[in-house]
């Protein structure tokens, strides 16, 4: 079951890779940017596991920050947490400390957005 769920996950990605190219340029530009992002940035979105997406709310809730009362009232510092979240290499670690229930006390070692998420708590 494991290794089929690591094939399906692979196709899904690559599935969704291979829409971004269908696009062309000039769509994919006009995505890009209705959505506020640099091109390679999407490709970096789309191309992360859709596990990852769900780490920035978690880190944020484990803390004690609502992400949709973020993204309300910040929404481009929200849209910048997930940009930069989405290209961390620390994804395995932030999972882990989350499901530990530990990431309170140690994201700020390795999370990309530990400065902005202390401005936040502020």
């Known amino acids: ?14 599935s969704s890779l291979r829409e971004l190219d269908g696009l062309g340029s000039d769509g994919l530009r006009e995505l890009a940017g209705d959505v506020a992002l640099q091109q390679a940035d999407l490709y970096n979105l789309v191309s992360r596991s859709p596990a990852d997406g769900a780490l920035l709310p978690r880190l944020l809730a484990s803390i004690g920050l ?14 910048d947490m997930a940009r930069v979240c989405a290209g961390c290499d620390s994804a395995r670690r932030c999972r882990r400390e989350l499901d530990r229930e ?12 530990a400065e902005t998420i202390g401005a936040l708590r502020r």
């Open 66 to 79: 609502d992400a949709d009362r973020v993204s309300r009232q910040q929404p481009a510092v929200m849209r």
């Open 1 to 14: 079951m494991h290794l089929s769920g690591l094939a399906q996950r692979w196709r899904q990605r690559h």
């Open 102 to 113: 530990e990431a309170e006390l140690s994201y700020q070692a390795y999370c990309p957005n």
